[in-house]
Structures are given as C-alpha cells and as structure tokens.
C-alpha cells in the first residue's frame, strides 16, 4: 500500500510528537551540549599558560565531571516534565521518599563542596602520590563532582567520595626530605662509622646530585649530610645515625631506593658490623 506525502508527513509528525521520540531527541540535544562544553573546557585549559600540566588536568577532571552530572540532572528533569510528572508536587506527596532524597541532596552537595575546596585550596592535583585518611595511598587519577579516583600501588582504582576525605598526605609540594637512619652493632667503633658515613654523604651527593632540589643558582638546597649520632641504644641493639638530604618531589621514590643501595654497598665494602639478632638454644637433659 503506497503513501502519500502528506500521510508520510503526517507519520513522521506523530513520530516526533510522542513522548519517546521527545526524550530521545531531548536526550541527545543535552549530549551533545554535554560534549560541546566538554570540549571547550578541554581546550582552554590545554592551552592555558596559567596552570602546570597536572593543574590543568586536575581542572578540566573536576569541570568535565560538572558538567556531566549537570547535563545527566537536566535530563532527568526533562524526562519528567515530558511525562507530565511534577517534581514540586511529588516530593510534597512522597513523605519518607522526599527525606530520603534530601539526604541524598545534602549528600551530593558535601560531596561538591570537598572537590571544589580541595581544588581551589591546591591540596593536590592529578599525577600526585597521596594517602588519605591516613590509609589510602596511591597516585591521584582524577577528581570529579563526587569522587576522588586513586590509582592503588597494586594497580586497583580506589574511589572515595570528596566529602569522606580527611586528611591529605601529599608527596609532590616541591619539598621532599630523604632521612635514613643506619643502626650498628655495639660492637663496632662509632669513630669509625661516622668516617664511613662520611663517605657515604660525598657518594650520594655525586652520585645522585641531579636528584637535588636546586635553589635559582642551580645549587642543592640542602644536599645530603651526616646530622649526628641520633641514640646510643636503639631498642637495645646498637648505635643509630641520621642521614638527610632534600631532592625533589618527582623522583623522590627513585632516589629514596638509590639512597639506601649506595648506603648499603658502602657499609658492606668498609666491614660495618650491623646489629644480629641471636638466639641461645639450650638442650635440657632428662634424668
């Protein structure tokens, strides 16, 4: 059975007019809005000269993830005023569902409100190595509306909400002092350990200098050194000493290895004598 024009027109038209057809335009009006203005943010923050890199990532993160919570909020309205459905009117007759939905508000604005702070307080952005709540480590992966992603050592993804965090121990603001401690025998001369140690502090300077956070004339802010004996009877097995230096945030994982390996080869090439633990045995004879 052939149409006509305007049957075809007047098909196409109903099509449009029923309700489906308008969420589903409706819906892909706001994704594409969604991903117009996604766009725009990517772009003016990759090229701004205001923020550092992972500055920049932390900020498109945390807008773009706005955005999408804005665009998926938007949508919800529409669906619901497209079905005739008035918000107002639902929650005033819902009762215990309107409460729970406030706690839900309330939740969602705590959550806001945290990755806005943490954001504009700088306490960390994309790319830093963190713990959170003093038992959450790892690097920042993205911060978002509501959460905060951490990319665990063992490779798992953490989510934590932005309202849930805490405490921030960041490892990447600029300043990262190495402290190793070196424990001896009571056995070994303490004169000689400290000639040793010495050494030691001339080694990790050469050998990880570049490492060094610099002032602007390109010298070690603090390079490494020997700060003294730091106890005579460390839980009662030796001598202990302290090793210090500041290096930079971006190697300091790296450079915190490097340090206790050369420490090592040269307590070993110079015969320092660790502190052993023994244990006596005693054979008890039956009569």
């Known amino acids: 059975m052939d149409l006509s024009w305007e049957q075809f027109y007047q098909t196409i038209l109903l099509i449009f007019e029923s309700r489906i057809a308008k969420v589903i335009i409706g819906g892909l009006i706001i994704l594409i809005f969604m991903l117009f203005f996604q766009r725009i943010v990517r772009s003016i923050f990759s090229k701004g000269r205001?923020?550092?890199?992972?500055?920049?990532?932390?900020?498109i993160s945390l807008l773009?993830?706005?955005?999408?919570?804005?665009?998926?909020?938007?949508?919800?309205?529409?669906f619901l005023h497209v079905f005739g459905i008035k918000i107002g009117s639902m929650l005033a007759g819902a009762g215990v569902l309107g409460i729970i939905i406030g706690f839900g508000a309330q939740s969602l604005v705590q959550d806001l409100l945290g990755?806005?702070?943490?954001?504009?307080?700088?306490?960390?952005?994309?790319?830093?190595?963190?713990?959170?709540?003093?038992?959450h480590s790892g690097t920042v992966e993205a911060i978002g509306f509501r959460i905060l992603k951490i990319r665990k050592w063992s490779g798992a993804l953490l989510s934590i909400n932005n309202g849930q965090v805490q405490t921030i121990e960041n490892f990447n603001e600029?300043?990262?002092r190495i402290i190793e401690k070196?424990?001896?025998?009571?056995?070994q001369d303490p004169q000689e350990t400290e000639?040793?140690?010495?050494?030691?502090?001339?080694?990790?300077?050469?050998?990880?200098?570049?490492?060094?956070?610099?002032?602007?004339?390109?010298?070690p802010i603090e390079p490494f050194k020997y700060i003294g004996m730091a106890s005579t009877n460390e839980d009662y097995?030796?001598?202990?000493?302290?090793?210090?230096?500041?290096?930079?945030?971006?190697t300091y994982w790296q450079t915190a290895r490097d340090t206790r390996g050369i420490i090592a080869k040269y307590l070993y090439k110079h015969n320092i004598k660790m502190p052993e633990q023994h244990?006596?045995?005693?054979?008890r004879k039956d009569h």
């Open 50 to 59: 205001l923020l550092d890199a992972n500055e920049s990532n932390t900020m």
């Open 64 to 78: 773009n993830s706005i955005i999408k919570y804005v665009a998926l909020i938007g949508f919800i309205f529409y």
């Open 279 to 283: 244990v006596l045995t005693r054979e």
């Open 115 to 135: 990755g806005l702070f943490i954001v504009y307080e700088k306490q960390l952005k994309t790319g830093d190595y963190v713990i959170v709540n003093d038992v």
């Open 182 to 187: 070196i424990t001896t025998s009571f056995e």
């Open 174 to 176: 600029g300043r990262m």
């Open 237 to 250: 097995r030796g001598f202990s000493f302290y090793i210090v230096g500041l290096c930079q945030d971006a």
């Open 195 to 219: 000639l040793v140690i010495e050494q030691i502090c001339s080694a990790l300077n050469r050998e990880l200098g570049e490492h060094l956070l610099k002032d602007l004339s390109g010298e």
